[in-house]
Every structure is written in structure tokens, then in C-alpha cells.
């Protein structure tokens, strides 16, 4: 068999019970309107960072579970306690500086939320914009957010396009869920 040549094409030879099936059938892609499960997402990939997503995807409901289910005012208030707490965790990723990353961004996600109404609205108010210009946004406001990281958020919340092949039957169910004025985004 060939090589998969897009994320699709490595999921559709997968098992249907591997986690990349479920992730990529229910989530990638689809636009996420929550502020706490946005951050949640922006969170997960920032964990990736060195690490397969897999790994991320087998640890996810753990991530939940020690982050007070990414309710961003709980974790914007974790102290050196709770960050002990966290490294001792071996259901997540132990990593002291993507943890204190994780609580200064909840912290800043607040400040926008003060803003700008919600993080979502945020998000909105800077779209459309090139790959480039979005790493910039998220370099100058979160911490832990390279361009590698900023691109598959994006892509994962629907932000930017390359989530799904346009063969693949879940594209057309992500560009459904997306506002009209999204839809045509070429970006």
C-alpha cells in the first residue's frame, strides 16, 4: 500500500477503534465555539510539542481530568502547589515549562475574555489571516506557541483550511458547521 500522503489517507487505513479515527471523524477541523475547549485544544497542542500526537490523543482525557476540564479560570489560578501537583501526574505530559505555559495562558485568555467578550471573539476578529501573521498574533500573546503549534491549532479549530482533503467525506461536514463567511476562505 502507498504511503498516505495527507492525514486522511493514513486514518482511513487505521482500525476504526485507533483514537486518530475518532479525532479526525468528530473533531479536526470542526469549528469549536467553547473558550474553555479552545483553550483545552491550544493546550493539547502545545503539549504535542516534541512528542506524537498520539500520545497526546491517548493522554487526552487525563489532560481534562488534571486541568479542571480547562476551565480557564480555575487554571488561571494554580499556584506552585497545584504545579507540583501536575509534575507528579503521570497521566499527562510532565513538563514544568508547558505547564506554567498552560497557567499564563488561561491568564491571558481571561484578559482577552475581558476585551474582547470571549476568546472566540477574539479569534474571530483577527481572521482571515495568513499562516504567518497568525504566528505573530500568537507569539506576541501566549507563551509556548510556535509555528508548528499555532498552525495546527488553527487547523484544528478551523481556522486555517488543510484539516481534511477535499475527498474526504468529513471536509464537506467541517465546512457545514462553519459560519458562511468562513466557508469561502481561501487562506
Same mark, same amino acid.
Given at each position: $500500500?502507498?504511503?498516505?500522503?495527507? %492525514?486522511? *489517507?493514513?486514518?482511513?487505513? $487505521?482500525?476504526?477503534?485507533?483514537?486518530?479515527?475518532? %479525532?479526525? +471523524?468528530?473533531?479536526?477541523? !470542526?469549528?469549536?465555539? +467553547?473558550?474553555?475547549?479552545?483553550?483545552?485544544?491550544?493546550?493539547?497542542?502545545?503539549?504535542?510539542?516534541?512528542?506524537? @500526537?498520539?500520545?497526546?490523543?491517548?493522554?487526552? +482525557?487525563?489532560? #481534562?481530568?488534571?486541568?479542571?476540564? !480547562?476551565?480557564?479560570?480555575?487554571? &488561571?489560578? %494554580?499556584?506552585? /502547589?497545584?504545579?507540583?501537583k501536575l509534575l507528579q501526574n503521570e497521566g499527562?505530559?510532565?513538563?514544568?515549562?508547558?505547564?506554567?505555559?498552560?497557567?499564563?495562558?488561561? /491568564?491571558?485568555?481571561? =484578559?482577552?475574555?475581558?476585551?474582547?467578550?470571549?476568546? *472566540?471573539? @477574539?479569534?474571530?476578529?483577527?481572521?482571515?489571516?495568513?499562516?504567518?501573521? @497568525?504566528?505573530?498574533?500568537? /507569539?506576541?500573546? !501566549?507563551? !509556548?506557541?510556535?509555528?508548528?503549534?499555532?498552525?495546527?491549532?488553527?487547523?484544528? =479549530?478551523? %481556522?486555517?483550511?488543510?484539516?481534511?482533503?477535499?475527498?474526504?467525506?468529513? #471536509?464537506?461536514?467541517?465546512?457545514?458547521?462553519?459560519? &458562511?463567511? &468562513?466557508?469561502?476562505?481561501? =487562506?
Amino acid at each position: $500500500m502507498d504511503k498516505p500522503k495527507s %492525514y486522511c *489517507e493514513a486514518v482511513w487505513q $487505521m482500525d476504526k477503534n485507533n483514537v486518530h479515527v475518532h %479525532y479526525h +471523524d468528530k473533531e479536526y477541523g !470542526f469549528p469549536i465555539h +467553547d473558550d474553555n475547549h479552545l483553550f483545552a485544544r491550544l493546550v493539547l497542542e502545545i503539549n504535542q510539542a516534541g512528542l506524537s @500526537w498520539t500520545t497526546i490523543l491517548n493522554k487526552k +482525557d487525563n489532560f #481534562f481530568e488534571a486541568f479542571d476540564n !480547562f476551565e480557564i479560570g480555575k487554571v &488561571a489560578s %494554580y499556584n506552585e /502547589k497545584k504545579i507540583l501537583k501536575l509534575l507528579q501526574n503521570e497521566g499527562i505530559i510532565r513538563n514544568r515549562l508547558k505547564i506554567e505555559s498552560v497557567i499564563a495562558n488561561a /491568564k491571558r485568555i481571561k =484578559t482577552i475574555q475581558k476585551e474582547s467578550g470571549s476568546f *472566540e471573539n @477574539w479569534l474571530n476578529s483577527h481572521h482571515p489571516r495568513t499562516r504567518e501573521e @497568525w504566528v505573530n498574533i500568537f /507569539k506576541s500573546q !501566549f507563551r !509556548f506557541t510556535g509555528g508548528e503549534i499555532v498552525n495546527e491549532f488553527l487547523q484544528s =479549530t478551523g %481556522y486555517l483550511r488543510g484539516a481534511h482533503i477535499e475527498s474526504c467525506p468529513i #471536509f464537506k461536514k467541517v465546512l457545514q458547521r462553519k459560519p &458562511a463567511w &468562513a466557508r469561502k476562505e481561501k =487562506t
